[in-house]
Nanobody, 128 residues
Framework: QVQLVESGGGSVQTGGSLRLSCAAAGDTFTSHWMGWFRQAPGKGREGVAVMFTGAQTTYYADSVKGRFIVSQDKDEDSLLYLQMNSLKPQDTAMYYC????????????????????WGQGTQVTVSS
């Protein structure tokens, strides 16, 4: 069974940076869809940054392009990161790490419906 554990959330001021980490267990993540999603109070869960680890192909929500970077650890394929720069108050949300089962086809990589495994989330709060 795949397990995902996020860390690295916290509170920062506008313009600050945070790096989220996701430790995955239960599979080898050399050719999987893995990514980050977020959910703000009263809103639905949205895709932020997703990677297909086999090709290191990345996809970003328009709202975070140029500010966030998703990456996989070069030495440990079970570690996924989200570097968040130039943070804005509208980035405030619970951030979740997610992975899809091996072999999953995703028509829209940023759609959470395609992801089978989820972490418990880490809170990011950006104050103005």
């Amino acid at each position: 069974q795949v397990q995902l554990v996020e860390s690295g959330g916290g509170s920062v001021q506008t313009g600050g940076s945070l790096r989220l980490s996701c430790a995955a267990a239960g599979d080898t993540f050399t050719s999987h869809w893995m990514g980050w999603f977020r959910q703000a109070p009263g809103k639905g869960r949205e895709g932020v940054a997703v990677m297909f680890t086999g090709a290191q192909t990345t996809y970003y929500a328009d709202s975070v392009k140029g500010r966030f970077i998703v990456s996989q650890d070069k030495d440990e394929d079970s570690l996924l990161y989200l570097q968040m720069n130039s943070l804005k108050p509208q980035d405030t949300a619970m951030y979740y790490c997610a992975a899809a089962a091996y072999g999953t086809y995703l028509e829209d990589p940023l759609d959470p419906v395609g992801f089978n495994y989820w972490g418990q989330g880490t809170q990011v709060t950006v104050s103005s």
